[in-house]
């Protein structure tokens, strides 16, 4: 039962971090504090009632997923609010829930060997996240124009849009970069990682354009919330169990 609480707990602090996430691309450490203070009740309680082995899996999940988070932040693998998320939930979470449901027992694929729901909430994020590229491609054939096809690999990241549109668009990055050699031909690179898109820089796009050095349509790539790939993972983790191990299982058996 309590494991259902939790559950329910954790969800309208996850939801409203994806609304803030989507609506500003950050969310605030007070969403965090105030979900690790409030729910320190339940952690209180099974500390009190299982005692010592509930003690270890706390720590040990507590320290391992700093651990790991940190260092894939460090990397720049997500932001520092989802970090902050998912150490949350390695605290509430020491072990993986198991309940019954319905005549059911959740997850219904059963519990992974390696029973941390943090790294199978992560796990699931990051591989649900692997579907943006199939819908980022699929949004491109739906809209597709022959300059697509001077830049095929840039249909699974991004999409193509109007310049003169940009000033009403938020959170989005350039694909490519532009940049003047010595005799004025324009030099296109591609960024990796999206180049921040800067108010300032539409007066430099707009002038481009009117030279004739660059379409009307340029490559942006969205600023995708994780916190929606985090939720979705532990709705699915929940539910259904670690994806990843599952589908491996089923691609060996089979």
Not at 35 to 64: E, K, P, R
Not at 183 to 189: A, D, F, P, V, Y
Request: charged content about 15%; hydrophobic content about 45%; some cysteine.
């Amino acid at each position: 039962m309590i494991e259902i609480l939790k559950i329910l707990f954790s969800m309208p602090f996850l939801l409203y971090s994806c609304y803030s996430d989507l609506k500003s691309r950050r969310v605030s450490n007070k969403v965090w504090k105030c979900m690790l203070t409030s729910g320190s009740g339940f952690v209180i309680y099974q500390i009190y009632t299982d005692g010592l082995s509930y003690l270890i899996s706390l720590l040990s999940s507590g320290i391992l997923v700093f651990t790991i988070v940190y260092i894939l932040f460090q990397f720049g693998a997500f932001g520092g609010g989802d970090a902050k998320g998912l150490i949350v939930l390695s605290i509430l979470f020491p072990s993986y829930p198991v309940f019954g449901f319905s005549g059911k027992i959740y997850p219904l694929l059963g519990v992974p060997p390696i029973g941390f729901f943090t790294f199978t909430v992560l796990g699931n994020a990051l591989l649900l996240t692997t579907l943006v590229p199939l819908g980022m491609f699929g949004y491109n054939l739906l809209h597709f124009s022959p300059e697509m096809i001077k830049n095929p690999l840039y249909m699974f990241i991004g999409y193509r849009t109007e310049i003169s549109s940009l000033k009403f668009k938020k959170h989005l990055g350039l694909l490519e970069k532009f940049e003047l050699d010595e005799t004025g031909s324009l030099i296109k690179k591609f960024a990796r990682t999206g180049l921040d898109f800067d108010a300032d820089r539409k007066p430099e796009l707009e002038e481009y354009l009117k030279k004739g050095l660059i379409e009307k349509e340029i490559w942006v790539t969205p600023g995708l919330p994780f916190m929606l790939s985090i939720t979705a993972g532990f709705i699915t983790a929940v539910v259904f169990g670690d994806l990843i191990f599952y589908t491996i299982m089923s691609l060996i058996v089979s």
